[in-house]
């Protein structure tokens, strides 16, 4: 049974820095890609970014571009996204998640879910 489990969310100031971690077990993630979703109050579930398990390409939307990166390490099973000049617009709850394939960008292609980590910016 696969299960990811995110952490790192908290009350952060703007301008300031988080990494969340995501802990992946239950199968192997060779031929996946595991992604990062967020989801602010009252809106839709929208892609921040994605990391292919085994080539270790990346992809990210427009709104985190150069601020954002998404990492993993294969050995420990975890995915990792570090977030750097937060906006009080990135507050939302943070998902991880997994998709059989070499690219996947939105929801509907994601198999596995986390249960979320809130991250909170103040301005």
């Known amino acids: 049974q696969v299960q990811l489990e995110e952490s790192g969310g908290e009350l952060v100031q703007a301008g300031g820095s988080l990494r969340l971690s995501c802990a992946a077990s239950?199968?192997?993630?060779?031929?996946?890609?595991m992604g990062w979703f967020r989801q602010a109050p009252g809106k839709e579930r929208e892609f921040v970014a994605e990391i292919n398990w085994n080539y270790g390409t990346t992809y990210y939307a427009d709104s985190v571009k150069g601020r954002f990166t998404i990492s993993r390490d294969n050995a420990k099973n975890t995915l990792y996204l570090q977030m750097n000049s937060l906006k009080p617009e990135d507050t939302a709850v943070y998902y991880c998640?997994?998709?059989?394939?070499?690219?996947?960008?939105?929801?509907?292609?994601?198999?596995?879910w986390g249960q979320g980590t809130q991250v909170t910016v103040s301005s």
């Open positions: 239950g199968r192997t993630f060779n031929g996946y890609v």
């Open positions: 998640a997994a998709a059989r394939g070499r690219i996947a960008t939105t929801k509907y292609e994601y198999d596995y």
